[in-house]
């Protein structure tokens, strides 16, 4: 009798010890790219006229886009919608604001791709993270392909963007409510006394060079604050935006 208390013991500190023990986790760096691409089903049953924008979309599960909406394709008021709008189609002045300048739509040839519209409503953020299944998690900003919309290359068509004028696009890397860091990019740059310079097709943004910092870009962050400025009221403050690109190193 005694001895068999005396193995129950043993057994119960044997497990003890165990379960304090700290798990062993595993580790993982996979690059997630956000083509906005989906499949004929999906655009027939959730598009509106060529348009789907929601308060927050996901194509991952991890990488968040967000718009100032009142629900999915009602009260758009600002920020990220996504577009199956082609430039080859007949397309009207309206349309043109959510339609890629590229005849190709989106990157790539891919038929969905991303608007974003500058408004005086916006959403805190424009993408965020969700990162409270990993024990840990890093993100580091890779890229994307920018593209003005269809309606900013007319008005240069049509002569109407001047010397002077600009359309910029800011995105700025946030840890919390810590800002770690900022990027610039022209997509209209009409300096003065020099040749307009447009990205009209999708051009590489690649936020690693950009950041000045070698083999990496900002990193550690869990949300993206996206703005557009432009010159003048003729410039509508929009641009196009596919693949965008990210690293996520996490353990498990």
């Known amino acids: 009798m005694k001895n068999s ?93 959510i339609t890629s300048a590229d005849p190709a739509g989106g990157a790539e040839g891919s038929r969905g791709y991303a608007v974003f519209s500058q408004t005086y409503s916006m959403p805190e953020s424009s993408i965020t993270y969700k990162l409270t299944s990993f024990y840990s998690a890093i993100v580091t900003a890779y890229g994307c392909e920018v593209c003005n919309t269809l309606y900013n290359k007319r008005l240069a ?31 209209i740059d009409y300096v003065s006394g020099a040749e307009l310079k447009m990205d009209n097709e999708w051009t590489a943004w690649n936020m690693v060079t950009d950041s000045g910092t070698t083999g990496s870009s900002f990193s550690g962050f869990d949300s993206v604050l996206i703005t557009v400025e432009s010159s003048g009221s003729r410039i509508d403050p929009a641009f196009c935006l596919d693949n965008y690109s990210i690293r996520l190193s996490v353990e498990y």
């Open 157 to 187: 068509d049509e002569g109407k963007i001047l010397e002077g004028d600009y359309l910029k696009v800011k995105a700025e890397f946030f840890n919390g409510t810590t800002l770690l860091g900022s990027l610039e990019k022209y997509l």
């Open 5 to 97: 208390i005396k193995l129950t013991l043993i057994a119960m500190v044997v497990l003890a010890a165990v379960s304090c023990k700290e798990p062993q986790r595993s580790s993982a760096n996979v690059v997630q790219v956000t083509s906005f691409d989906m499949d004929e089903y999906s655009i027939e049953a959730y598009f509106q006229d060529g348009i789907l924008f929601a308060p927050m979309l996901s194509w991952d599960d991890v990488c968040f886009y967000y718009s100032s909406s009142d629900d999915v394709n009602k009260g758009f008021r600002g920020g990220f919608r996504v577009s199956v709008l082609n430039a080859n189609d007949d397309t009207s002045e309206e349309q043109a604001l």
